[in-house]
């Protein structure tokens, strides 16, 4: 009778279960692995074998038949090797083969039979958990993160000797207690507004920003603190909802990116990567496809500095996945999908030398190469851009001043008061903020009163208004009385909305 053990495969977010099944057969011949193993698979048989070795048991001279089933799941990394060597033990009767029947298995082996960390714990145990399985079994440094999941008993592995010792009664393994995620702490940047002098318009932008989860595109000279004040967004963004934080962490899970002893990420991620990044690494690829930084800053900021540098190549692909929320990786094994409802908040200088615009320094570009320059950002991709900032140089006086700013604590509340009122707005729905609403939502919930409308026509008129500026202006006239307290739309809210809208209309 062949023996089998339960393990499990990740298929983009998704853990998919596997059984492990082991046959003995009657002549010599070494262990064979079937059931589309990858090459990282075929692996095991290696590291398998010196681990029992090495752990006190004996590695069979017969045929070791070991199926990975359902065959058409296609299996990767080191993930079997504690399933295959529990299979091994109990078909070669060293084991009982009835021990492991309510349990989820993971692991890599080292060669002396430590347990080694696996990616993706936290889909796995949720996948567990999903399939109505009461214990989950895997590497010690990875049992915080699985235990993020209620109702199933993690236990922490160190080696295969301990395990086969806690599965025969002779030295239990303690599980893993449950993690208490009751309220997550509040955000933190790396930089306080407090401690950014002047700058209000930006800084009244990015609070509009996040509230409302706009995009942003700030534009101004060098030095006048783009990057600084991008930094300073992280700490103003709302909190987490614990759903939200799961769903953020499961995506770092399998992208093998958790920081060390951070089972859980609690904070909005804030992603920066630099402008020489790949298609595959922003938006997700690989073999394997793996999570790109669109998707690692679900429910977070990407952050693209001098954004003109990114090759618009690379820029465009942010299209589709700025519109869907979520990113389609195809490959000949199949697609994955992988979540990507990020803000984006872009930052660049006005013209190639910088100083266009402004008032100290004289510009040097030809009209020309300020075109050529700005045309590298494409007008669908700034037509998915709420709001834009111009940032200033800052005076002197203003950065001799000590006196502090309002503090990044305060505005997050405002922030998070705002976000509440959108939270009862979409309930039931999967819109999550003003910068999520289509044109259905925006009839529902930005109408205007009588000076609305006529302010709006007269900028229409004025400032040459397109359709899609026009709802770009709504959405952001709504998050600003959000951030009010106020239902009703008021003409003063539109009147600063409109201050942001693009200065490139296209
Ligand atoms: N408003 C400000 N308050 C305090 N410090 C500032 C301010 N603006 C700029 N600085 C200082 O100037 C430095 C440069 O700012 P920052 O890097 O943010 O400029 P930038 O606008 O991103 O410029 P570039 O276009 O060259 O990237 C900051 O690290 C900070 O020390
Ligand atoms: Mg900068």
């Given at each position: 009778m062949p023996t089998r053990v339960y393990s499990c495969a990740l298929i983009g977010l998704d853990g998919v279960i596997v059984e492990v099944e082991v046959d003995r057969g009657r002549s010599p011949g070494g262990m064979v692995i079937v059931g589309l193993p990858d090459a990282s698979v075929q692996e095991s048989r290696e590291r398998v074998s010196s681990a029992l070795r090495n752990s006190g048991f004996s590695m069979p001279r017969p045929r070791l038949t070991v199926n990975l089933a359902p065959a058409a799941v296609r299996k990767a990394g080191p993930v079997y090797d504690l399933p295959i060597a529990l299979g091994v033990l109990m078909?070669?009767?060293?084991?009982?083969?009835?021990?492991l029947d309510d349990a989820l298995v993971v692991g890599e082996l080292a060669l002396d039979g430590r347990v080694r960390h696996v990616r993706g714990a936290l889909p796995i145990a949720a996948a567990a958990r999903a399939h109505g399985f009461r214990r989950l079994f895997l590497p010690a440094e990875d049992a915080p993160q699985a235990a993020l999941i209620p109702d199933l008993e993690v236990y922490p592995v160190p080696t295969l000797a301990d395990l086969v010792a806690h599965l025969q009664g002779l030295r239990p393994?303690?599980?893993h207690p449950p993690v208490d995620l009751s309220e997550l702490p509040p955000p933190r940047g790396q930089v306080d507004m407090a401690d950014i002098k002047g700058q209000e318009h930006a800084k009244r932008a990015l609070e509009i920003a996040a509230a409302g989860g706009h995009n942003l595109l700030m534009v101004g000279p060098p030095g006048a603190g783009k990057t600084l004040l991008a930094r300073a967004l992280a700490g103003i963004l709302p909190r987490m909802t614990v759903e939200e934080a799961l769903d953020v962490t499961r995506i770092y899970s399998v992208a093998d990116k958790l920081p060390p002893d951070t089972p859980l990420i609690t904070w909005r991620p804030f992603r920066a990567p630099h402008h020489t990044i790949s298609h595959a690494g922003l938006v997700g690829g690989g073999n394997w496809p793996q999570p790109g930084e669109i998707s690692l800053a679900h429910r977070g900021v990407l952050f693209l500095d001098e954004l003109p540098e990114f090759s618009p190549r690379v820029l465009e692909v942010l299209r589709q996945p700025m519109e869907?929320?979520?990113?389609?990786?195809?490959?000949?094994?199949?697609?994955?999908?992988y979540p990507a409802n990020f803000m984006l908040v872009a930052a660049m200088n006005p013209c190639p030398c910088g100083h266009y615009g402004d008032p100290v320094h004289a510009c040097t570009c030809s009209p020309s190469a300020i075109h050529r320059y700005r045309?590298?950002?494409?007008?669908?991709?700034l037509d998915r851009i709420d709001l834009h900032v111009e940032v200033p140089r800052v005076d002197y006086e203003k950065l001799g001043d000590h006196r502090r700013g309002e503090p990044s604590a305060v505005i997050q509340e405002r922030v998070e008061a705002a976000r509440a009122r959108q939270r009862r707005r979409f309930q039931g729905t999967p819109l999550t903020s003003n910068a999520?609403?289509?044109?259905?939502?925006i009839e529902a919930y930005c109408r205007l009163d009588v000076a609305g409308e006529h302010l709006m026509q007269q900028a229409a008129r004025q400032m040459g208004l397109t359709a899609r500026g026009y709802h770009r202006v709504l959405k952001v006239a709504r998050t600003i009385a959000d951030l009010e307290g106020s239902e009703a739309i008021q003409a003063h809210h539109l009147a600063?909305?409109?201050q942001y809208r693009t200065r490139w209309e296209v």
């Open positions: 078909a070669t009767g060293q084991l009982a083969p009835d021990l393994l303690q599980p869907d929320k979520v990113v389609t990786i195809s490959r000949a094994q199949g697609s994955v999908t045309r590298r950002i494409s007008g669908p991709l999520d609403m289509g044109p259905r939502e600063e909305a409109l």
